[in-house]
């Protein structure tokens, strides 16, 4: 479940199936840990920014236009950002976009969960069978 941290939930989730545990188990623990780490990058990331204010006004001048666009497509926009950027990506860069907690990392819970399902989808073989 380590591999969830580091390689994202689709590593282990794919792992942890392959090696033979209950997928029930293995699809929430996944998500748990990919969120708890994309909490934790994020809040690593904020400490980082907040102590060189000339590499944060430099990254807010250049992603002015951005937020225009997570202003028009909000949580849809960060949900379907999950198929571009893996979700720590996401919340790397929502957060750098201005966006507030309580507004991304519902979003990125949904996005986590539409990645897990596919990668779960994948490991039990199911895409297989209906392609």
């Known amino acids: 479940?380590?591999?969830?941290?580091?390689?994202?939930?689709?590593?282990?989730?794919?792992?942890?199936?392959?090696?033979?545990?209950?997928?029930i188990l293995v699809f929430p623990a996944a998500i748990a840990l990919n969120f708890v780490s994309?909490?934790?990058?994020?809040v690593l990331f904020e400490k980082v920014l907040n102590r060189s204010s000339t590499v944060k006004s430099w990254i807010e001048?250049?992603?002015a236009?951005?937020?225009?666009?997570?202003?028009?497509?909000?949580?849809?926009?960060?949900?379907?950002?999950?198929?571009?950027?893996?979700?720590?990506?996401?919340?790397?860069?929502?957060?750098?976009?201005?966006l507030q907690p309580n507004k991304l990392y519902p979003a990125l819970l949904?996005?986590?969960?539409?990645v897990?399902?596919?990668?779960l989808g994948i490991a039990l073989g199911i895409f297989k069978i209906l392609l």
């Not at 926009?77 to 957060?95: D, E, Y």
């Open 1 to 23: 479940m380590i591999l969830c941290v580091i390689l994202e939930c689709g590593a282990g989730i794919i792992y942890g199936i392959g090696i033979g545990y209950d997928p």
């Open 38 to 42: 994309i909490i934790i990058v994020t």
């Open 61 to 63: 001048r250049r992603l």
């Open 65 to 98: 236009r951005g937020r225009k666009v997570i202003d028009k497509y909000g949580y849809f926009g960060i949900l379907m950002g999950v198929f571009v950027l893996s979700p720590i990506q996401l919340a790397i860069v929502g957060r750098l976009l201005g």
């Open 110 to 114: 949904g996005g986590t969960f539409i």
């Open 116 to 119: 897990a399902t596919a990668f």
